[in-house]
């Protein structure tokens, strides 16, 4: 437990790099709220860019993260490798953290599992920001799955699968009579 609040009742032990491959590595586990739950860690001046006692860089930094959160959070997967792809201080916010890029891959893939048996593999593709034999790689060697002309398709899983629901009640006759009975009743 030593250790474990360290830095919320210690502010000035704060690193900013520290920070940010934190928030970097929630953000790699999506869609669990751990990315929401860390900034909920941090100062609300840090929050807050225009704030006039936030640090920049890691006010923009932390913005920058939100903004990516938010495409993975509202499944924008193309739009998140575009905005990742489209300036260097998310390279450099990433490089840190070790397969970051194959971790987002992998929940996008599991997202798409939830609720898909198959997806257009163009549209996979930008999901994934794969192209041609590493799409086909990471498809057929890491998911598993198969692809078959334009169509990725996606094997028979517990959430995914179409089940029927039977919904049964036991009610009791005499519940029924009561029920008949207030409703002949005369209010008081």
């Known amino acids: 437990m030593r250790g474990k609040h360290r830095y919320q009742f210690n502010p000035h032990l704060n690193r900013d790099e520290t920070i940010t491959n934190i928030l970097v590595k929630a953000l790699a586990v999506f869609p669990s709220p751990d990315f929401s739950l860390c900034l909920h860690l941090l100062p609300p001046y840090i929050l807050l860019n225009n704030h006039p006692t936030s640090s920049g860089d890691l006010s923009e930094a932390v913005q920058k993260l939100k903004e990516l959160n938010l495409l993975l959070e509202s499944a924008q997967f193309k739009e998140f490798w575009t905005t990742l792809d489209s300036d260097d201080l998310y390279a450099d ?79 009791k006759f005499d519940q029924f009579t009561r029920m008949i009975k207030r409703a002949y009743e005369q209010p008081a």
């Open 93 to 171: 916010l990433i490089a840190d953290v070790t397969g970051f890029e194959d971790s987002i891959r992998q929940q996008v893939a599991m997202v798409a599992s939830q609720s898909m048996r198959e997806v257009n593999r163009e549209l996979f593709e930008g999901w994934t920001n794969l192209r041609s034999d590493e799409f086909e790689r990471f498809v057929k060697e890491d998911l598993g799955w198969s692809i078959e002309g334009d169509v990725v398709k996606i094997p028979l899983n517990k959430d995914n699968e179409a089940r029927p629901t039977v919904t049964r009640e036991n009610v």
